[in-house]
């Protein structure tokens, strides 16, 4: 069975630290992998990784795909106390494109 | 514009009453999807319209009924809910290529539903 499991499932820094956020997952046809951000309502989109071994970047957020090892990570540097939020990672799998979700890392920065 | 809408944001209803919420999106997505989501646990997919069709029902009770009357549009139809049916319920829209919708998914705010 096609699962994502998330580590750790929360985590509390103080501004300015930086963070790492794992995912890994066990598929059986990987298409893709995508983090989101979630604060009170909808996930944001952050990145979609599909190739091992480049890294995806905007500001102080990066991903990037370990294929082989079958992981992610999502990095956030000089964290900011909005950068709280439970952060959602997810693969696609199929020709159906059903997201199949691991259960988020809560984060919370303190100021 | 990435902006998918939802309509109401908040929702109260009675077991007996029949309620929609709306979902709107203006990207030229022509696949679109409804989710459930319980606190504190990741979205779970309900069902997926693909140009105007409904293409997965993820084995949702019947008191769920999707309805997409066009492609900027879809609605979920509310009928006898159970207080267990309380979530937040979010719209998503992607892009199609080859008749497959694309991997990333745009999400709605979320209409917050309560079920007394």
């Known amino acids: 069975e096609d699962k994502v499991v998330q580590s750790p499932l929360s985590l509390v820094v103080h501004e300015g630290d930086t963070v790492t956020l794992n995912c890994s997952y066990e598929v059986t046809n990987f298409r893709s992998l995508l983090w989101y951000k979630q604060e009170k309502k909808a996930p944001t989109f952050l990145f979609m990784l599909?190739?091992s071994g480049i890294e995806k970047k905007s500001g102080r957020l990066s991903s990037i795909l370990d294929k082989k090892e079958l992981f992610s990570i999502l990095n956030i540097t000089a964290t900011q106390t909005g950068d709280s939020a439970v952060y959602l990672c997810?693969?696609?799998?199929?020709?159906?494109?059903?997201?199949?979700w691991g259960l988020g890392t809560s984060l919370a920065v303190n100021p | 514009d990435t902006e998918v809408t939802q309509t109401p944001k908040h929702l109260v209803m009675g077991m007996t009453n029949k309620k929609s919420l709306k979902c709107e999106q203006h990207?030229?997505?022509?696949?679109m999807y409804w989710y459930k989501q319980k606190a504190k646990k990741p979205p779970e997919l309900m069902f997926v319209?693909?140009?105007?069709?409904?293409?997965i029902n993820e084995s949702v009770p019947s008191r769920f009924s999707p309805e997409c009357p066009n492609s900027s549009l879809l609605n979920l139809h509310l009928h006898a809910l159970q207080p267990e049916d309380s979530a937040l319920y979010l719209c998503?829209?992607?892009?199609?290529?080859?008749?497959?919708?694309?991997?990333?998914?745009?999400f709605g705010p979320g209409t917050r539903l309560t079920v007394l």
């Open positions: 997810a693969f696609n799998a199929g020709n159906n494109r059903k997201l199949i």
């Open positions: 319209y693909s140009y105007e069709k409904l293409s």
């Open positions: 990207m030229g997505h022509r696949a």
């Open positions: 998503a829209s992607s892009q199609v290529s080859a008749g497959i919708p694309r991997d990333t998914q745009y």
């Open positions: 599909t190739s």
